[in-house]
């Protein structure tokens, strides 16, 4: 089979006269990959924290809410939430609100509706490793602190917490990886992130494998510096004396 | 508020069925194929042939660090093409199901060879050890001793990845392909009834996955007691 191989189709402008490179598109593609993950990480990380926390407390109805928060968001697809969150919600929220958002920048409610899907969706799997990371503590520190005379809240912000946020970070890494790789389901409500972009390039240029190999490529690149960092940030917070501990 | 008319769901059932009968398709054969291919994976990667256990590691690392939905892209726009001008079919052949079926077996195989290693790393090594000193073979001991007792201890892993998997299997919706979801995307978008599909939809796979993973757990909890 013959195929022309050019990779130096990224360096030309696009035929749609936008003035950009298709590398300028790719470039955006990335950028906006980058820009969602880590907005929808920070969201998960503060959701999933308190979602964690809740579903280790004694009282039954702050847990059995939490308990269905994280099975709701984790027995839906996310493409399903994708969907319910662009086309379904602002048309079930009153009729100013879901007015309002129809009538923004598509572009910014498109990236809105996936902010907030990724970051629900990955906060409910956030709390299961923070429910974990509570629940592996000896029971005797909940204890100790209750003996000491610390109040509940006391002993989760002074003792358990501390420990907690330590121990779960190498599970979250594997979390935060996730994060980067669900995002490209975002591109089928059209937001052009790095995937959507791939697509387009095949379309534009009629070049798949040079479009595909970059894309590929681009999301090694991303894991790979996300592992590095996390292996540093690990190696920061290690606790002594567990597994993995110095 | 939305006003509500759920009149389109009882008259497209049949079609929607067909749709959920493509996504069972779709899950269990790559089920199946995932798990034969990720336990050769796992077999080569523990295996002490150095170029084999760095093929699998290689292949295991790329499939877990790429997109799924970049992996079914490929497969949809790619492979197809490819086989097209290798096996000289004529052009546009449906591959789609079939493609389908590749690209989540391949893509699954890598995550479900970690989880069979996992499982072949927790047979204490004595087990390995008798099976040699009984005089089998390392591929008899492996499959006679080892890999039961390994599977054994797999089973609610390997269901709950299943259940991922089904979920996953939504994303065929980038090809077109007419699974479930896209069955009910599809009388939603024609009936401009959007809203009332695609909360039958989320309820749908809410009830089937959540059912799903309570029997896994039911079945985990007696494998410890057991």
């Not at chain 2, 052009?91 to 077996?105: E, H, N, P, V, Y």
Request: aromatic fraction near 12%.
């Amino acid at each position: 089979m013959a195929y022309n191989w050019n990779w130096g189709v990224f360096l030309q402008p696009t035929a749609t006269g936008d003035e950009s490179t298709y590398f300028g598109w790719m470039l955006y593609g990335f950028k906006m990959t980058i820009a969602l993950s880590l907005s929808a990480w920070l969201i998960a990380l503060a959701v999933g924290a308190v979602v964690g926390v809740l579903r280790t407390v004694p009282n039954k109805w702050l847990s059995g809410i939490a308990t269905a928060y994280v099975e709701v968001f984790r027995n839906i697809p996310l493409l399903v939430q994708l969907f319910l969150w662009y086309f379904v919600i602002p048309e079930l929220l009153p009729e100013n609100l879901g007015n309002a958002f129809k009538q923004t920048n598509p572009i910014l409610q498109q990236f809105l509706a996936s902010m907030v899907c990724l970051a629900l969706f990955t906060s409910a799997r956030v709390a299961e490793q923070v429910r974990s990371g509570i629940n592996s503590l000896p029971p005797g520190q909940k204890n100790a602190g209750l003996a000491m005379g610390f109040t509940l809240p006391q002993t989760y912000r002074h003792v358990m917490l501390p420990m907690a946020v330590r121990l779960i970070v190498p599970p979250l890494t594997s979390e935060f990886l996730n994060i980067f790789k669900n995002s490209a389901v975002c591109s089928t409500i059209g937001l052009l992130e790095l995937a959507a972009q791939g697509r387009q390039l095949v379309d534009y240029t009629a070049q798949p494998y040079e479009s595909f190999i970059a894309v590929t490529v681009a999301y090694l690149l991303i894991n790979v510096v996300v592992m590095f960092g996390m292996r540093w940030v690990e190696g920061y917070v290690r606790v002594p004396g567990y597994i993995g501990g110095k | 508020m939305h006003d509500y008319d759920w009149s389109s769901i009882p008259n497209s059932l049949p079609f929607l069925w067909d749709g959920m009968k493509i996504s069972l398709e779709i899950t269990l054969s790559a089920v199946v194929f995932g798990i034969i291919w990720g336990t050769l994976l796992a077999l080569m990667r523990l295996s002490p042939v150095k170029p084999l256990s760095w093929f699998a590691a290689g292949y295991v690392n790329l499939f877990r660090a790429v997109p799924l939905v970049m992996v079914l892209l490929w497969f949809f726009l790619i492979v197809p093409r490819l086989l097209e001008s290798l096996l000289g079919l004529p052009r546009g052949t449906d591959m789609r199901l079939a493609s389908a079926i590749a690209g989540f077996a391949l893509f699954e195989a890598a995550y479900y060879s970690e989880i069979i290693r996992a499982g072949i790393q927790s047979v204490p090594k004595g087990q390995m050890g008798a099976a040699s000193a009984l005089g089998m073979t390392y591929g008899q001991a492996m499959r006679l001793v080892v890999l039961p007792q390994a599977f054994r201890n797999m089973v609610p892993l390997l269901l709950t990845q299943g259940i991922i998997l089904f979920q996953d299997t939504s994303l065929v919706y980038v090809s077109a392909l007419a699974d479930f979801f896209g069955a009910a995307y599809k009388v939603g978008d024609r009936d401009g009834r959007l809203v009332e599909l695609l909360l039958f939809a989320g309820a749908v796979y809410f009830v089937l996955c959540f059912t799903a993973s309570r029997i896994v757990r039911h079945y985990q909890n007696r494998l410890k007691t057991a």
